[in-house]
């Protein structure tokens, strides 16, 4: 039998990183708790990936590629309702258990890290030229939106992906509009240059989405509004730990050390997509 998480029913998880992702997913999906694993299910966008997946509390282990993929379709369904499996697990260290099978089954792994401080150092080049306010109407909605789409690289883009990240932004808004958190955009007169939210998850501030308009990198927007946002959180929300996650070999990792981040953790979890029973 299956329940419902709430936020204050993740305590059994270690990972600050995988908790903050849950309480995130049970705001804007579904979250199960099936004992050895969560079954997270964002109904409203079965395109996002690492939104419909299941999280076990443990790294794989050699006879379990059968096994969890039996586990994903039967709780999460099979084409065309879906069409990847994503798994991922409970962990500090980046242990990947035995990812061998999964591999070879076409599952890529995806490694992150988990990086906080308690407070944020002030950037080294604040850009003061820049206006930090909430986005708050239906217009700097659209705007966030077409900020964040804009700042993919053009490969990325297409239907299917303006699908995913439109829905994904609604179930951003829908959280903040539940009083979750803040979304937060640096304009340049009345353009939107950057945007980002934070969320409060307990004593927890967790950045999510972070993105600068490419025409506005290296002048210090983005450590601007991100330093701006985390002390809005401390200030408002008394948060004692701010949290964000980002690629290991990003652009991005450098700026967030400059204003204090540090790894705390390191996550993996792999994705199979287009699984082999997808239908195009």
Not at 29 to 34: A, E, L
Not at 99 to 119: I, W
Not at 135 to 142: N, Q, V
Request: aromatic letters at 8%; one cysteine or more; proline letters at 6%.
């Amino acid at each position: 039998m299956c329940r419902a998480l709430g936020v204050h029913s993740l305590v059994r998880v270690r990972s600050l990183g995988l908790h903050t992702d849950l309480a995130l997913h049970g705001w804007r999906g579904q979250v199960h708790d099936r004992h050895d694993h969560l079954v997270v299910t964002h109904p409203d966008n079965p395109g996002f990936r690492w939104g419909n997946l299941l999280v076990f509390d443990r790294p794989p282990e050699a006879d379990d590629l059968e096994r969890w993929c039996g586990l994903f379709d039967a709780a999460l369904g099979v084409p065309p309702a879906f069409l990847h499996r994503t798994f991922g697990w409970d962990g500090l260290d980046g242990d990947e258990g035995e990812l061998g099978p999964f591999l070879a089954a076409g599952f890529e792994r995806e490694s992150n890290v988990v990086m906080a401080a308690p407070r944020l150092s002030p950037p080294e080049r604040p850009n003061r030229d820049v206006r930090i306010a909430a986005i708050t109407t239906d217009a700097l909605w659209r705007a966030a939106l077409a900020g964040q789409e804009g700042a993919f690289e053009r490969e990325a883009k297409g239907d299917a992906f303006t699908d995913f990240l439109t829905r994904m932004m609604a179930s951003y808004r829908r959280a903040v509009m539940a009083g979750h958190g803040v979304w937060w955009g640096a304009f340049e007169g009345d353009a939107l240059v950057a945007n980002l939210g934070i969320f409060r998850v307990g004593e927890l501030a967790r950045f999510q989405a972070v993105v600068t308009d490419p025409a506005a990198r290296r002048r210090g927007v983005a450590s601007t509004l991100v330093h701006h946002a985390a002390e809005e959180a401390r200030r408002t929300w008394g948060s004692e730990l701010v949290l964000l996650e980002a690629d290991p070999d990003g652009p991005a990792l450098g700026l967030y050390e400059r204003l204090g981040l540090a790894v705390i953790e390191r996550r993996v979890g792999v994705c199979q997509f287009p699984r082999p029973d997808a239908t195009s």
